[in-house]
T-cell receptor, first 110, second 113 residues
Framework: GENVEQHPSTLSVQEGDSAVIKCTYS??????FPWYKQELGKGPQLIID?????GEKKDQRIAVTLNKTAKHFSLHITETQPEDSAVYFC?????????FGTGTRLQVFP | DVKVTQSSRYLVKRTGEKVFLECVQD?????MFWYRQDPGLGLRLIYF???????EKGDIPEGYSVSREKKERFSLILESASTNQTSMYLC????????????FGEGSRLTVL
């Protein structure tokens, strides 16, 4: 079945710097790749997604890139702010369900 | 504002007890899901349902069952709780199956002693 690997598991950056989180998937048939942000004490919330017919998508300070050939996709956060501190999950949709990565804890220091 | 409500934020149960985790959504979504969240393992799908009375096993269904008698309510049942079921449980719903946005509840943290 599909397997999603996510790196790094923790990431610390200074406010204003960029942060990049990377995921790889195993099944070339996967066609939808969302990213979820989980703040402390809350459930995950969708922040951006990309479909397999698109290479890049941006929404203000966040962007996602997809390389279908290499089977990996990445989340880019520019000009990080303390409120970006959270756990981020990537996911891959395959056949009939989403498979999530193991999560990245991002800490943004003022 | 869309809302997925999990009835209990924190529960402490004894080994062997029957545990019910309730989830209600107010968005008229067809699809509902139960995930388990553990450090280093991410979110793992336990069961899901695409319609009332319908249920499908996810990746880790062993030791769990579900009930969906009404569209808005999806219950997770632990027939005989064990210590390895100590975890955070997240309920979610979506309008579109598969590639639609998941709306999560705030989670139920279960401790089994």
């Amino acid at each position: 079945g599909e397997n999603v690997e996510q790196h790094p598991s923790t990431l610390s950056v200074q406010e204003g710097d960029s942060a990049v989180i990377k995921c790889t998937y195993s099944d070339s048939a996967s066609n939808y790749f969302p990213w979820y942000k989980q703040e402390l004490g809350k459930g995950p919330q969708l922040i951006i997604d990309i479909r397999s017919n698109v290479g890049e998508k941006k929404d203000q300070r966040i962007a996602v890139t997809l390389n279908k050939t290499a089977k990996h996709f990445s989340l880019h956060i520019t000009e990080t702010q303390p409120e970006d501190s959270a756990v981020y999950f990537c996911a891959s949709y395959n056949t009939d369900k989403l498979i999530f990565g193991t999560g990245t804890r991002l800490q943004v220091f003022p | 504002d869309v809302k997925v409500t999990q009835s209990s934020r924190y529960l402490v149960k004894r080994t062997g007890e029957k545990v019910f985790l309730e989830c209600v959504q107010d968005m008229d979504h067809e699809n509902m899901f139960w995930y388990r969240q553990d450090p280093g393992l991410g979110l793992r799908l336990i069961y899901f349902s695409y319609d009332v009375k319908m249920k499908e096993k996810g990746d880790i269904p062993e030791g769990y069952s579900v009930s969906r008698e009404k569209k808005e309510r999806f219950s997770l049942i632990l027939e005989s709780a064990s210590t390895n079921q100590t975890s955070m449980y997240l309920c979610a719903s979506s309008l579109n199956a598969g590639t639609g946005e998941l709306f999560f509840g705030e989670g139920s943290r279960l401790t089994v002693l």
